[in-house]
């Protein structure tokens, strides 16, 4: 089916006025960056990380505004179903919860596929330490992928509106950014959405698996999920001391992570 929808939260920011999902999806990182250097800082964090995590995710942020006006250009209005009839609030909730389906099986292959990890992925779980700096610390490719699922689930797959699209958005970029907070959080929230303290085991060094969605629907229903202790010591995190600055080897797909996966 076509219709005359803008199929892609980018585009609808570039040619419209910026409406609320938009101000909050551009709001929550920099609003955890500023807790994050409000509070103690992380043991084990690398030299110039935040410096170099800052570079890494405003690059990224530009690569994803251009892949999502990609997919827009290519699609169009074209669309498999018709969401648009499940309104706004309707649409949104539907999107997180499909999107978070192929998030849980792309991010999963990741880790289990040893070309897709080197690929890409290993450069997110480099850092050694869990904060918010990192929650956009991918490699190109990595990035590119996650936008592009997100971008063909949220409108040619199911058909959202621009609204729907856009607060669908908005939530999954909360919970990217949340899950590496520097927060204590309260274990049952761990049922409902993933916790800082249960994305530290997925990046814990030596792991690096479980929890693999951002909300734990998925992980619980294919047996992953790891629900994170509350007042333990936040574990140590990453592949080894350095590991984060070897972005020329990664980007070159080279293993710099002793095949911790």
């Known amino acids: 089916m076509a219709d005359s929808r803008t199929p892609f ?14 101000i909050l999806s551009l709001a929550v990182l920099p609003a955890f960056l500023l807790l994050d250097v ?4 992380a043991t084990g964090r690398a030299r110039w990380w935040r410096s170099r995590a800052l570079l890494v995710s405003v690059a990224n942020f530009w690569l994803t505004l251009w892949i999502g006006q990609l997919w827009g250009s290519f699609f169009g209005g074209l669309h498999v179903f ?4 499940l309104g706004t609030a309707g649409g949104a909730v539907v999107g ?26 290993q450069m997110h779980h480099s850092a050694e330490t869990l904060d918010a700096w990192g929650a956009f610390y991918l490699h190109p490719i990595d990035a ?55 994305h530290a085991i997925h990046h814990q060094r030596g792991v690096h698996a479980h929890n693999y969605a951002d909300l734990p629907l998925w992980d619980i229903v294919f047996g992953t999920f790891r629900n994170g202790p509350v ?20 980007l070159t797909f080279r293993d710099v992570s002793g095949a911790q996966r």
Do not use: C, K
């Open 9 to 22: 939260p980018v585009s609808h920011l570039l040619e419209n006025p910026v409406s609320w999902p938009e």
């Open 38 to 41: 409000a509070t103690p800082a």
């Open 82 to 85: 018709d969401g648009a009839v």
């Open 96 to 121: 997180v919860l499909v999107y978070e389906f192929f998030h849980y099986t792309y991010h999963r292959s990741v880790h289990r596929f040893d070309t897709l990890w080197r690929m890409g992925h």
């Open 144 to 198: 590119a992928l996650f936008t592009t699922i997100s971008s063909i689930v949220l409108f040619p797959l199911l058909g959202l509106s621009p609204e729907a699209g856009a607060w669908a958005a908005a939530v999954l970029t909360f919970l990217a950014v949340f899950q590496h907070a520097r927060v204590r959080t309260p274990r049952w929230l761990g049922y409902f959405i993933q916790r800082p303290e249960s």
């Open 231 to 250: 007042h333990a010591p936040w574990p140590e995190q990453g592949f080894h001391d350095g590991a984060s600055r070897r972005i020329a080897e990664m």
